[in-house]
C-alpha cells in the first residue's frame, strides 16, 4: 500500500493507518483515543443530531472540553500514518495537518457564534468547514518556508 492508501485509512479511522504501517502500539493507541474522546464527547450523538438539522441540540449534547482534543488527534494520526509510511519527504510537509488541527479547534469553540449564511452549522458542519483555510493556508507557508 502507498502512503496515501494509508493516510486515507486514518482519515476513516485514526489508527487504521498506523496498524497498516506495523506500528500496533500506536495504532492501538490511536483507537483507544478515539473510543475515549468519541465517547467522552458524545461525538457520535452529536453527528447524528447534525445530520437531522437539529443543530440547536449539537450545542447542548457536546462536551466541548472533551471534543477540543479530537481534531489535535484526528490529524496528527492522519499524518503519523501518512509519514511512518514514507510520504512526508518534503520539509514542512506536517504544516497542512497542523493548522486543519488549529483551525478545526478554533471552529469548534467559535461554532456556537459564526452563522454561514445566517444559520448556525454546528459542533459538526462548522468545524469541518474550517479544515479547508487550514488545509490551504499550511499550504501557503510550506510553500513560503521552502523559498527560504
Request: proline share 5%.
Amino acid at each position: 500500500m502507498n502512503p496515501k492508501e494509508k493516510l486515507l485509512w486514518s482519515i476513516a479511522f485514526p489508527g487504521f493507518g498506523q496498524l497498516l504501517n506495523g506500528k500496533y502500539v500506536k495504532g492501538i493507541l490511536f483507537i483507544f483515543l478515539e473510543f475515549m474522546i468519541n465517547n467522552r464527547s458524545h461525538f457520535n450523538e452529536v453527528i447524528m443530531l447534525s445530520f437531522n438539522g437539529e443543530i440547536e441540540k449539537t450545542f447542548l449534547r457536546t462536551e466541548f472540553q472533551w471534543l477540543m482534543f479530537y481534531p489535535c488527534v484526528y490529524f496528527f494520526a492522519m499524518w503519523d500514518a501518512y509519514k511512518d509510511a514514507g510520504g512526508d519527504k518534503e520539509p514542512y510537509s506536517f504544516l497542512p495537518f497542523v493548522l486543519s488541527a488549529y483551525f478545526v479547534t478554533v471552529g469548534l469553540m467559535l461554532s456556537a457564534k459564526i452563522k454561514v449564511s445566517g444559520m448556525l452549522l454546528g459542533t459538526v458542519w462548522f468545524p469541518m468547514l474550517c479544515v479547508i483555510p487550514g488545509v490551504f493556508i499550511g499550504i501557503l507557508i510550506k510553500k513560503v518556508l521552502r523559498r527560504e
